[in-house]
Structures are given as C-alpha cells and as structure tokens.
C-alpha cells in the first residue's frame, strides 16, 4: 500500500471518485454527504463503497477559562474556531451550531487549523474551539495540560443531531483521557471510515478487510461488531462476503428477533395481567413483601422502556430493547454507569432512581420485619404457610400445659401451634429430668393484640385448625393490682375480651372468604370464660348448633365434678384418665365415619358392634357417641335405626390415635352380608 498526504476527507473522496487512488479513510459524515451530493459535494460521488467502520473520532468542544457557558445558546455573540474550510471538523461544527439555532451572523466564525487554535485560545483570541479527531487528541492535550480551556457537552441538542444526521454517533471520552477531566464526556462523534471504489476487485477487498479484523491491536478501537458503526453508504461486494461468512449481518437478525421477542412477551405478560387483574389485586393485597417487588420490578421494566425508545436511535447502550432492560438496571442500581443523553432518557433515570431508593427502603424494611418475624416465630417458617394448626390466643398458667398435651408423643399428627400474646412468651425449655422437651418444637409467637383483625390474620386464624382462647392473665393481674374490683367484676371485664376475640375471628373469616373466592370455614373455638353468667352471652356470639363453638367455664366444670364426684369419687379418676394424654390413660377421640361403613348402609348398632368386634384383633376402641349436623348424641336410644350419613362423626374411647387409624383402614374391605 502507498500512502499518500491531502487536505483530509473531502480531497480524499473526490481524488477516489477521479481514480486517483483507489482506497482513502474519510469521516462518516462527509462520506454521507459526498454519496448523497451535500454540502461542499455538488455532484453525488456514486462510485464509492464503504469497506469498513474502523474507529470513532470525537467532536472536542473546549471553552476558554474563565468563560462560563452552561448552554449552547450561550454560543451566541462568541469567537468559534471551526477548523481549516473543507475540512471534516468544520462540517461537524457547522452541522452542530444549524441544531442549536445558531447562525453565522450570530457568532464570529474563525477557520483556524489545530495548530493555530491552540494559540488563539491560549492568546485569548478564540472563544471556544472545535477539534474532530480520535481520543486522546495532542491538539487537545496541550489545550488541556495547564488547564486552558474546559470540555462542553452539547447533550440538548443530541437527540436533534441523530434525527438529522444519521452519520452522527453518540460517543464518550472517557474520564482521565485529558488532564483536568475528571469525568466522561459525552459528545457526537463520527466514525472513520475505509473507503474504496465499487469497481475495485472483490478478492483484493476480501483478503485486505480479513487481514484488518484478523490483526488488530489492543490499543486501537477497532472492531468487527462495529464494522457497520456511522455506516450509511453501501457496503463493497468484497467486504460483504467477509461479513456473511463471520455471520455479521446473523447477528443483526438475532438482535432484531430478540427485540421482537421480548416485546412479545411483555406484551403477553400485559394481557396475563389484565385478564388476572381481580386475583392479582387480591393476592397483592394479602403479601406486602410481593408488592414492593411488583413495585420494583415495574419500576424497572417500564422504565428501561421508556429509556429505550428515548435513547436507540443515540446511544449505544440503549439500542435494543435487551440491552435496554440492561443498562437500566445498571444505570439504576449506579447512577451514572450506563448514563442516557436526551432529556426524556435522564428524566426517566432520575425518577427510576428516586422511587428505586423508596423502593429499597420499603424492602429493606419487609426483609427486616420478615427477619423479626422469623425470631418471633421461632425461626422456621413464615406463619403464612402454617394451616391446619391450633392457635391459642392470651396466655395464662394453663399454656404450657395444653401445649404439652397437644404435642404429646401419643398423638400420630403433631401440628404445629402458634400463640397470640401481647408480649413474648416464654416457654420451659427443659422438663424435671432436665431435658428438653420436644413438645414445644413447632411453637411459634406473635406480637400484638390478640383482640386484632390485623394479629389473627398474622397467625393465619382463618385456616387454623382450633382456637384455644384463654383468659387473659396479664390483664387480670392488671385488674387485680388495685384491689378496687371484686373477683367476678374482674371476670366480667377479662370475659368481654375473650368474647370480642371471638367477634373478630368471625369477622376476619368472613373477609378472608370474600377476599379468596373460596370456602373458609370458622375453625373450632374452646374459650375459658371465668365468670360463669358470662357462659350463654359467650355462647351467643359463637355459633350455635354446629360443634364450632365450645364454652369452658373453670367454675361451671369444678361445681359439675364437685357433685358427680359426691355420687361416685372414682369419677375423679376417669376424669384424670380422659382429660390427659399418656401411653397408659385412655383419651377421647373425634374421627370421620369411614365412607366404606355409609356406602353399605350400616346403622349405629351395627357399626358400634362391628367397632367393639375389633377388640379382639387388639384394635382397642370403644364407641359412646354420633355426631350429627352438630349434635353430639352419647348412648342414645333413638338413633339405633338411623343409617349412618355422609358427616357423620364418632367419638370414642382409645389408648392411641393409631387405632383409630386402623379402623379406616380396615373399613376398606367391609361388605353387606
């Protein structure tokens, strides 16, 4: 290759176009403009063909210190240097300050080459001076080395000058390039480019463009991805082949789809979000923590959109819509790192970063309470996910040992148990033994008024299994201090809590069935009511007549064994034995008639008989009762006939939760005889 000096791109172009030379770099923009017949070009230059986009030249825009311009209409009334006539520099500058609106009139146009800019400024002579080159620039460097002049962004006009000039690019000088630049700059730039005639011979351009991306060096910025870079004049036939072989324009298809794909799908996830819209609500309503990531993720998704279409056509970080969704989550999570041009694209970035910061503190402060939660709750699992459990709301000296009872080792199902208390409950960690008693895994707390809708919907009441409410012992010993009040007035106030409890777990039940569209029963309550004419108003509240309501009063129950203990004293012991779980004492059970027994149509009798038979197969059961539509009926010499009915319970005496397990088991292979 000879290599031969000219004036630079416009001379370079028309020495091409005569034939003169046959291969020349040039500027993207006066390549465009000599292909197309503009500016200093006349006539359109037909002849030539781009072979390769090699590296970006920067517009430097320098202003003099101490002159403070903050905007390009401050350009106005000042003394620009725009580089040599005819060269790439002054069509940039000239094409820059058409964007801005300003005219020639308003400003003194000096056509100074590099050399002399530097000393027009340096003289204060020049205003403001206009240098096209790569970076780093010795031009520049010696403006910029006793800190001369400083940098200017002309980021308003940005937008505009892409939309007018496609050979236009958006470029950043990194910070540091210069001495005294302390951060990017962001300017147009222009793209050099190798040019060649169209009838120069395929294979020469072939082998020459296959040695330049086969051979390039660290230090320089060339490409093959940005081989289209500035690009808008057709490609050379020889350079072509080389990219369909490397799969260059395969590359540009897969973008294309990724970009189509993806607006597929965001425009999938839309509708999936309008024809959920109703459950979605609800389910956001419900989880507060799947709300502040909502809110982020639409921060996110909406804003990279946004930017998107504000930045592609001008920033390279933008340019497709995968990108996009990149750099706004860079961009996003360190402002600044993939930083938009137009005032649409920073405007976008600035409210992303705003609601960001509003949006992390909202998580951070739903990670936090989720941690506390998870204390309280004892560390396992999130109280949402626990159903079928028994709650006990207050706490008295009787908690700890329904706990132990209801996580006796007798028991096949162990669930799990999640107290209601104003204040931390502390549980006995070791027995009398000094082991650790295994009853109290699966125990969990929560904080707050039991009297709440807000604290019953955190122990999830609504799917809960039972609910043990107890006399509150704090507040009777609250009432108690002052020695004002009687015994049964006290029992009157700790009663109207339990029953307002009760009022709210009825109501809490009932939003969570409209909230759910789904069936939600009001689980089982057993209440200790302390004064006993409290009994039947408590009664009233719950609901009568379907077993879901239960009234323990301590005085009603000691006066009843009191005088069934005076008739027979060993009544005493049946009552320990049935009342207490234990390998060797009988407890009641509540159990499903089995299908099988129904579909054969057997009667109370026979079931019952069939139930005592299996005694001998040491199936120890022993039945006293059927439960219908919420009756119990013990020993009852009406309903011997009766067929046994779809809901229908039984309850019976056993040593072990796992007979009653047999028995279902065993009521798979019964017939009618």
């Known amino acids: 290759i000879n290599v031969i000096s000219s004036r630079g791109s416009v001379e370079n172009l028309y020495w091409l176009s005569q034939g003169k030379i046959q291969l020349c770099m040039a500027q993207s923009d006066t390549v465009y403009n000599a292909y197309n017949g503009l500016g200093l070009f006349k006539e359109k230059i037909s002849n030539i063909r781009a072979i390769a986009s090699l590296y970006t030249e920067a517009v430097h825009i320098l202003i003099r210190n101490p002159l403070l311009i903050k905007k390009i209409g401050d350009f106005k009334g000042k003394r620009i240097s725009i580089g040599p006539e005819g060269s790439g520099t002054e069509s940039n500058a000239t094409a820059i300050l058409e964007a801005a609106g300003i005219t020639p009139n308003e400003i003194q146009l000096l056509h100074l080459t590099f050399e002399d800019s530097i000393k027009a400024i340096n003289e204060g002579k ?127 298809i897969y973008r294309k789809i990724l970009n189509y794909v993806l607006a597929a799908l965001l425009i999938a996830l839309l509708a999936i979000i309008i024809m959920k819209f109703k459950r979605i609500k609800i389910f956001l309503e419900k989880r507060e923590f799947a709300r502040v990531v909502v809110f982020l993720l639409s921060i996110w998704i909406f804003g990279s959109i946004t930017l998107y279409y504000a930045e592609h056509k001008i920033n390279e970080n933008y340019s497709s819509l995968f990108l996009a969704f990149w750099s706004g989550l860079i961009n996003w999570i360190s402002f600044g790192q ?69 996580h ?9 148990i999640i107290i209601v208390s104003e204040s931390q409950v502390v549980l ?39 609910v043990i409410i107890l006399a509150d012992d704090k507040q009777r010993t609250e009432l108690s201090a002052g020695g004002v009040l009687s015994q049964s007035q006290i029992g009157k106030v700790v009663d109207s809590k339990s029953i307002m409890i009760i009022l709210n777990i009825k109501k809490v039940c009932h939003k969570m069935k409209e909230e759910m569209k789904e069936e939600i029963k009001i689980p089982s309550i057993i209440v200790e009511i302390l004064d006993p004419s409290n009994v039947k108003l408590t009664e009233y509240t719950g609901e009568l007549g379907n077993g879901n309501m239960k009234v323990v009063s301590s005085s009603s129950l000691g006066m009843n064994l009191l005088a069934q203990a005076a008739i027979c004293p060993q009544m005493v012991d049946i009552y320990n034995d049935l009342l207490t779980f234990g390998e060797d004492s009988n407890e009641i059970y509540k159990s499903e008639v089995p299908k099988e027994v129904i579909d054969i149509g057997m009667t109370r009798n026979e079931f019952f008989k069939w139930l005592l038979d299996l005694r001998d ?37 056993s040593y072990a939760e796992n007979h009653l397990i047999e028995i279902h088991k065993r009521a798979k292979g019964l017939k009618r005889e």
């Open 338 to 406: 993939k930083e938009p041009y137009s005032v649409i694209g920073r405007t976008t970035a600035t409210i992303m970063m705003i609601l960001g910061i509003g949006g992390i503190a909202w998580l951070t402060g739903q990670v936090a309470s989720f941690l506390i939660h998870r204390k309280l709750m004892g560390g396992k699992r999130k109280m949402e996910k626990i159903k079928d459990h028994h709650v006990i709301v207050n706490w008295n000296e009787k908690g700890p040992g329904i706990i132990e009872q209801l």
């Open 408 to 416: 006796h080792p007798v028991l096949k199902s162990k669930r799990p």
């Open 617 to 653: 197969e040491d199936i120890n059961v022993t039945p006293i009762g059927i439960m219908r539509d919420g009756n119990i009926r013990l020993n009852s010499k009406y309903i011997h006939l009766d067929e046994l009915k779809t809901g229908d319970f039984f309850f019976s005496i």
């Open 126 to 252: 020049a205003d403001i001076v206009f240098f096209t080159s790569g970076y780093p620039s010795d031009a520049v460097k010696v403006i910029t080395q006793n800190n001369t002049a400083y940098f200017f962004e002309p980021n308003e006009i940005l937008q505009r000058l892409i939309d007018i000039y496609p050979f236009f690019i958006i470029t950043t000088i990194p910070s540091g390039t210069y001495k005294h630049q302390d951060e990017d700059i962001t300017t147009i730039g222009v793209t050099a480019v190798l040019v060649g005639r169209s009838d120069l011979n395929n294979q020469l351009v072939y082998n020459l463009i296959k040695s330049i991306f086969s051979n390039t060096s660290k230090g320089m910025d060339i490409n093959l991805n940005s081989a289209f870079k500035g690009v808008s004049i057709p490609i050379h036939s020889g350079a072509n082949q080389f990219y369909v072989e490397n799969g260059l324009y395969r590359k540009e």
């Open 428 to 466: 006995p960690e070791t027995d009398a033994k000094g082991d650790y008693k295994h009853e109290y895994e699966g125990t969990y707390t929560v904080i707050g008024n039991p009297a709440s809708e807000a604290t019953l919907r955190r122990a999830n009441v609504p799917y809960a299994k039972s």
